[in-house]
Every structure is written in C-alpha cells, then in structure tokens.
C-alpha cells in the first residue's frame, strides 16, 4: 500500500520548457486536454521561438507551455509558475527568473552536461553551487530513466527513444496532479497507429513516468485540484485561432451562405486557415494563395460572387491588403479580415503578442474609408465576435476587421458549446429584380439604391438577369452606380459610407462593473486586456479598494454610452499592448483626459503589475 499522501490544492501553475525540439507544446496541450477533461477552469500560454528550429540547447532555442488550472473561475495563465519543468540549462536559465522562491522545479540532470552549461553561459551547475536552495528542486534523469524504460524497442535508435521524454515528463506530471491519461493514450493512437512501434515506445515512456512518481522517494505526495464551477453545459477545450473559425462556419450556416477563405499563411493567424480547411464538409472552401493581396482578392471575389469572402493574417499582411480593403469599401460588399496581432513592425516578433495594430485598422487606407472594428477578449469569445464580424458586415455590406492577437490565438480556455438553434438568424436577401426605372421608364437596377436603415446597397450575384453594373475602385454616383467624378457626389458618398458604418445597430452599451458604485477610477480594456484587467482589479478590490472596471469588444464604432461613461470618472486608465492607441482615439473623440498605460514586450500583463499601477492612479486620485 502506498505511503503517499494525496494534498488539495485550490489552483496551480505549471510550465514546461525545454528546446524547441523537446515537445514541450505538445506536453502542455495534452496535459491542459486532460485537465479541461477533469472539469477545471484553465488559461494557457503558449510562448515559442520564432525560428523554425533554433540552435539546440541555446536560449533562442527555449519553447515554453503554461497551465494556470483550479477549482475556480480562472482569468489569466499566470503571472509566474508554482512549477516549472526544465528539460535543459537554457529551460532553467531562460525562465528561473519567473519562478518564486520555494517554487518546484523538475529538471532533467541528463541534459546539465558542461558543454550545456557553457553553450548558455552557465559558469557552474546551477544543481551543484547552491543557487538553487531557494526552490524545491526533483533533479530527475527524464532522459536516461526514458531510455531505460524503453530498452525492450530495439528497432528504435537510442536518439528515437530520448524523444519520448516528454511523454515521461507528462506521466510524472500527471501524477502529481492527478490528471488521467486516457485522452493521450487515444491521442497517441491515432498520431502513431501506423508506427506500432513508435507508438508502444511513447505509451510506455507515458506510463513509465506516472510509475516513477508513484515509486520513487523523491516525490512524497500528490495534488488534487477539484472540479470548478461552471453553469450547465456541453464544454470543451477550445484556442482562439479554432473558435474563430468555428464562429465563422456558425455564422455561414445561419446566414445561410457558403464560406470562402482567400489565405496566405502566416503566424499567428494560419492554424485558421487549417481549422477551415477540415471543415469543408459545411461549404467551405479554402484556398492557400501564393501571396497576401492575391488571398483578400479571393476573398473579396467570393462575396461578390454571393459569398462570405474571409481573409486571415498578421500585422504586415494587412499592409499588403489595404488597397484591397479599400476597394471592398468603395464597391461595399461584405468581407471579413482577421487580424491576428503580433509584435512589429516589419516582420517584428513572429510568436509574441501586441495589440498594436488598433491604428493601422482604422486608418491604414487611402482615402477616407471606414471600416467596423471589433476584438475578442478570450479565446472562447473569438466564436462570438467572429458571428458578429459576418454579422455586420453581411447586414450593412462592408468590410469588417476581426482583431485578435497572439495571446488568443495560441492560448486556449474552456467553451460552452452553444446550440445551433440558440444562435440568430444571419439570413441575407440578394436583390433579384429591377429596383428602379431608367429616364425612359424602363426596369433598371440602381445598384447604390440604399436600404433607409441600415444605409446598405443591394447585393446582386452576378449572372443575376436585369441587374448588371459597374464594378472597380473608380467612385461611383449615387443611386445609378455610374462613374462619377463630380465633386458633390464624392463628398455625398464619402458621407454616406461613413454614416452606415457609424449608425451600426445591435451594438450593445459598454457595461461597467462597479460594485461599491463610489468609484473614481475606471479601468477600460480592449481586446485580450480582460483577463489580467479582470484578475488586478479583483487583487485591489480584494484588498478593500473601490475601481470600476469596464471593457471594449466594439472599436469602430464605439458603443453609444462611452462617452458618458468616461465623464463619470475621476480619472480612466487604459492598459493596452501598444503605445496607447486606444488612448488617442478616446481623448480625440471624447475629449476626455484618458490615460494610456502600456506595454510592448511580446507577454500579455502580469496581474501583479496591473495591480501596483492601479493602486498608483487610486492614491492619485483620492
């Protein structure tokens, strides 16, 4: 019988880090797989090199993977880890700075050689001179303990078996935390049934690990962390790139319209493009375009072809596709661009998250050409806003920017699956008739003949019969489509399409959440902000503070009360992942002495940060 205690835990965070080969990606999904299985709120963080394969052992090389799990509602993957794996110096090197004094941390001795050491600038072993006394450390041979266990597959080279100490470092992990590892063991069976070999090798270092921890000495207990408490429902674990193409597909299926997807692949953004092109089965097309103005040219002749045209990039793609976007403003038709945000400019930070492209959205086009904007603020909340996206734009024709960010894309949480028959009705009328009659009488179709609600212009399929028109980026008169240089018509129509996309209805007011209602301080997000907003505003408020706190999904336009609300506080603050370009557009449109707080380091907020400059702006103001 085992002498092991089994401890309760209420939260914890975990980080396994390692070289960019060592799986450490796949480590975390699977562990974050089966602890979403487990019914726990969670938060990932993804956070790898930009390389495609960086020299082994050296700190570019270092992949990371963070879990924050617990029996409550979680909002943030953690400011630091209560447990970091390091597989190798750079692993321990390139994160011990995160980690807390008496902080666990598993390292594998294995790959703690002197050329290791050196290759990171390691003058010492860091297991020998006593730098780490402060933590408690399990140094645990992973790979030599993997290469044992696996000794009986002599069809596999001593280098095949080291791969598989990721799936030791997961069974011992899972152990300690009491999480299962069915869902692996299917998982594995599916990626390597036609390996039988590769496969029994990884299932047995993954059942070699949870062995270790139940057998040696070195571990005395084990952690459970009990289900949360979320409301009834069908939940699964879901990233923000997924359930942004599952918003669109949702979206598609209830406007009742195919869904074409104009892409070039490009980091943060391309697992979209991959999630799509599995779904075809649901009228999906998906085409991989040899550049980024070739992709949102597809796309765009998809929605005039009577589509839901969708295009998905990064920052500097959206450079290659403004004048694009700018035609699908002149010609208004609907077309959704996906925005995933990463560090810039120019090829910038490939992997590290910003939000830094709010201005670029807004007025990165010739010409005065406005588009609606909106931004997720979970990966969850990437399957709403992208069913919104399809909605505005489809309702009021225009093009519409999505933007989400690294942070979301990669990161994941658990989703209540929605029922198809709870999410409304997108249903789109192509004009099918003649709207007008010409100067003799005679049917004709006026293709800038707008709805009087909604400022939108018909929707012809071409190939339609009687409703041929012009086409192109030149203006176009009022009413009849033709082109048109007078200058009357080009301020009318410059107004026109800027008065459709600023009367948008069905955009809700921005709600603030203050619960002792004598707050002087707002704190106002965007975007992937909520979470460590959300977590520091409940630190302070913890420590007996009044803060109000509020957030934006709406950016263009703002939500109609926004005003009002900014001129009810003392003072606003504004976090955001940029220079402060939300800040800007609040103080030019409200006049309003909004406060930027910012960051541009590639990481979302720490909570504690936020807490510390929220405390600042409260003794300011009080």
């Not at 004048?323 to 120019?346: K, T």
């Not at 989400?404 to 999410?423: F, I, K, R, T």
């Amino acid at each position: 019988m085992s002498s092991k205690t089994v401890q309760k835990l209420d939260r914890v965070v975990i980080r396994f880090a390692g070289d960019s080969g060592d799986g450490m990606q796949l480590t975390g999904d699977r562990f974050t797989s089966e602890t979403a299985s487990m019914g726990n709120d969670l938060s990932t963080l993804p956070n790898f090199p930009a390389e495609i394969r960086a020299p082994q052992g050296t700190l570019p090389g270092v992949s990371s993977f963070q879990l924050h799990f617990a029996d409550h509602e979680v909002l943030t993957p953690g400011d630091a880890p209560d447990v970091l794996v390091a597989m190798n110096p750079a692993a321990l090197m390139a994160n011990l700075g995160d980690v807390p004094r008496g902080a666990t941390i598993i390292i594998n001795t294995d790959e703690f050689s002197k050329r290791a050491l050196a290759k990171v600038g390691y003058a010492e072993n860091p297991l020998e001179d006593g730098s780490l006394e402060s933590f408690h450390v399990h140094a645990v041979p992973l790979t030599s303990i993997t290469v044992d266990a696996l000794a009986r597959f002599e069809g596999l080279t001593r280098k095949e078996k080291e791969r598989a100490k990721n799936m030791f470092a997961l069974g011992l992990l899972s152990w300690m935390y009491t999480r299962p590892t069915t869902g692996t063991e299917a998982f594995l069976t599916k990626k390597f049934g036609a390996h039988p070999e590769i496969l029994e090798a990884n299932l047995t270092a993954l059942k070699a690990g949870w062995n270790y921890g139940e057998t040696t000495e070195d571990f005395a207990s084990s952690y459970e962390i009990a289900p949360a408490v979320m409301p009834p429902g069908t939940y699964r674990n879901i990233t923000g790139n997924t359930a942004l193409a599952h918003g669109l597909v949702a979206a598609a299926h209830q406007a009742k319209l195919p869904l074409v997807l104009g892409s070039y692949p490009i980091t943060p953004a391309s697992d979209i493009l991959h999630a799509l092109s599995s779904l075809k089965r649901h009228d999906i097309t998906t085409m991989q375009a040899e550049d980024e103005i070739a992709g949102i040219g597809i796309a765009l002749g998809a929605s005039f072809g009577g589509a839901i045209g969708v295009t998905t990039t990064s920052g500097p793609g959206v450079a290659l596709k403004s004048e694009m976007i700018g035609l699908a403003v002149s010609l208004e038709l609907p077309l959704i661009i996906v925005d995933v945000q990463r560090g810039g400019p120019s090829t910038g930070l490939p992997t590290k998250t910003e939000q830094s492209d709010l201005l670029q959205a807004m007025f990165g086009r010739n010409g005065e050409s406005p588009v609606p904007i909106i931004a997720p603020s979970t990966p969850a909340d990437c399957f709403d806003a992208a069913f919104e996206a399809v909605r505005i734009a489809t309702a009021y024709r225009t093009p519409v920017f999505l933007l989400s960010d690294g942070y979301l894309a990669n990161g994941s949480e658990p989703w209540s699956v929605p029922e198809v028959a709870d999410l409304p009705d997108l249903s789109v009328e192509f004009a099918s008739a003649p709207n007008g009659v010409d100067v003799k009488g005679e049917p004709v179709f006026h293709p800038f003949l707008r709805d009087p609600e909604t400022l939108a212009r018909p929707w012809a399929v071409p190939g339609t019969p009687g409703l041929e028109h012009r086409i192109g980026g030149i203006e176009k008169a009022d009413i009849t489509g033709n082109i048109s240089y007078d200058p009357d018509n080009h301020d009318k129509m410059t107004r026109l399409r800027a008065a459709k996309v600023a009367g948008i209805a069905g955009i809700p007011d921005v709600v603030v959440e203050d619960p002792a209602g004598d707050a002087k301080l707002l704190i106002l997000g965007w975007g992937s902000t909520q979470g460590p907003i959300a977590a520091a505003v409940r630190a302070v408020r913890n420590a007996g503070h009044s803060v109000a706190s509020a957030h934006l999904r709406n950016l263009n336009p703002f939500p109609a009360n926004l005003g009002e609300v900014l001129r009810s506080y003392d003072r606003v603050v504004v976090p955001e992942m940029n220079l402060g370009q939300l800040s800007m557009l609040l103080r030019a449109e409200f006049l309003v002495d909004v406060r930027p707080h910012t960051s541009v380091r590639g990481l979302p907020f720490s909570t504690v940060d936020l807490a510390d400059v929220i405390l600042t702006h409260l003794e300011e103001v009080t």
